[in-house]
């Protein structure tokens, strides 16, 4: 069985935490795991993206061809990742930029509300990536919030573990994949 992660952003919106976090909960189930960043020079508002591909077999190539899941919190970081989308991939967008989405997109496009949700109910915004992770987490299937949380645990302590929690949380239990 083989995953591949897309997940696209601008510097400072997590996109590099998210797929560390990704590929720790995978290798924490014994997975083969490669994880690869890609990032402008500039550390806050340049693109950023992180492409995840773990493996029950060995990874030949550690690179997405096309994705499972891509998740876009920017638009200007989605037209780069258009040839990692298939058919199948299943596209999350933030749906503060669900208008900006390329008209040919092919694949199933959901606009789900990452950044309100972290504003609203877990008053930061800070925690939008980690929302995130949970609705990826519920569209693959494959690792749970204890793995996760364990990857946290090893960046994360006290009340910030909590809140990451709670918002990984949050996502995998609202989206509906």
Not at 46 to 58: H, K, P, Y
Request: hydrophobic share 50%.
């Amino acid at each position: 069985m083989r995953r591949e992660v897309y997940i696209v952003g601008s510097g400072g919106q997590g996109v590099v935490l998210m797929g560390a976090l990704l590929a720790e909960a995978y290798a924490l189930k014994g997975w083969n795991v490669a994880q690869t960043v890609i990032y402008d020079a500039a550390q806050r508002g340049g693109l950023a993206r992180s492409e995840v591909v773990v493996s029950t077999d060995e990874i030949y190539f550690p690179k997405v061809r096309i994705a499972d899941v891509v998740v876009a919190f920017s638009p200007d970081a989605l037209p780069g990742a258009l040839p990692k989308i298939g058919d199948k991939t299943l596209v999350m967008v933030d749906e503060e930029i669900k208008d900006k989405v390329p008209e040919e997109l092919k694949a199933k496009v959901v606009a789900i509300p990452f950044s309100q949700w972290a504003r609203e109910e877990l008053h930061s915004s800070k925690v939008m990536n980690m929302v995130a992770l949970g609705c990826i987490l519920k569209a693959l299937g494959d690792v749970s919030v204890d793995e996760i949380q364990r990857a946290l645990e090893e960046r994360f302590k006290g009340d910030l573990l909590k809140l990451n929690v709670l918002a990984v949380r949050m996502g995998l239990e609202a989206s509906e994949f």
